[in-house]
């Protein structure tokens, strides 16, 4: 009854603003709601021994709602540039529905998983790093022996060189003296053990691999998990402002007389949003536990509600899913 008295009441507001303004455009621009009902009942009752009696009901509704979705004070200036600031600026009016998507256990799965591939990442980098380390002693090592061994070429060469070619000796020197230096970079790997450092190297390479294939594992789980809220995240919504009403309704006949009653729902905007996607909830998990009945009782029916339920929960954020 509530519910027709503010319907009423918006009526006559405006109404009134239409005569105040005169012939200047309305100030207010509103959508109009409206749902008509009509409906009859016949009641017949008696036999042809004891004659009854013939009811008809009829019965014609009529909702209206009017609803404001934007306002503007109205220019009264012959030019429109006396007219930009304040009031005469359109203004939406909207109702607002902030959404609660219940995804905290994904968030949670989301935040570990996060926190497992920052740690494995970290650790990975680490491996890597060693494994450079590890490559580049492998590979100074090689190094120093290769010069070795042609320092040891270039000493065969003067010692083989007769004593009286002081030039070509001199020259032998200095060319073992600058193999000297130059091997003096790589010698803090010339003790090293070959085969330990390989055997190294080849366990720090399967870790890595391993490592990198985890890591690829978990980012896929995250992205999954991430796709779920999205999926199941709807924000927020805007939409005019909602008018909700509900009405009880019910009949009752005998043969004293008969009575009828309509129930009814009404509802705009958001509030038309909300009923629409609860009904269509409602409706899901019917159909599901029809469909239910035909699993064999157990573990496999108890499996079956338990994984499609959520497929009527689930809210849609413009994904098909």
């Known amino acids: 009854m509530g519910g027709k008295a503010r319907i009423g009441a918006a009526w006559i507001a405006l109404s009134a603003s239409m005569l105040a303004g005169g012939c200047y455009p309305m100030e207010q621009a509103s959508l109009v709601y409206s749902s008509r009902q009509q409906m009859g009942v016949n009641v017949t009752a008696g036999t042809s021994d004891s004659p009854g009696m013939d009811v008809v009901i009829g019965y014609k509704g009529l909702d209206v709602a009017m609803v404001p979705v934007a306002v503007a004070k109205h220019c009264k200036h012959e030019t429109p540039a006396n007219c930009v600031q304040g009031n005469y600026d359109m203004k939406i009016i909207a109702g607002r529905r902030n959404e609660s998507t219940g995804t905290d256990d994904l968030q949670a799965a989301i935040a570990n998983l996060n926190a497992l591939i920052s740690d494995k990442s970290a650790l990975l980098r ?45 020259g032998y020197e200095k060319q073992i003296g600058l193999k000297r230096s130059e091997q003096g970079q790589f010698a803090y790997a010339k003790d090293e053990n070959l085969t330990e450092l390989q055997k190294t190297a080849d366990g720090l390479r399967k870790n890595i691999d391993s490592l990198t294939t985890e890591i690829g594992q978990n980012k896929d789980s995250l992205s999954e998990k991430l796709l779920a809220v999205q999926m199941e995240s709807v924000g927020t919504r805007d939409d005019a402002l909602s008018v909700y009403g509900t009405f009880d309704g019910g009949s009752v006949g005998n043969r004293d007389g008969a009575k009828l009653s309509v129930g009814k729902v009404f509802a705009t905007g958001i509030a038309a949003q909300f009923l629409s996607e609860t009904a269509g909830i409602s409706d899901c998990l019917a159909k599901l536990a029809i469909l239910a009945e035909s699993v064999a009782e157990g573990a496999a029916r108890s499996a079956y509600v338990s994984d499609t339920r959520k497929l009527c929960e689930m809210k849609h954020a413009g994904q098909a899913h």
């Not at 380390?133 to 492998?138: A, E, G, R, S, V």
């Open 126 to 170: 680490g491996q890597q790093g060693n494994l450079a380390t590890l490559q580049k002693t492998i590979s100074d090592r090689g190094t120093f022996y290769e010069i070795e061994n042609e320092i040891n070429r270039i000493d065969a060469l003067k010692k083989s060189t007769p004593a009286d070619q002081v030039e070509a000796l001199d």
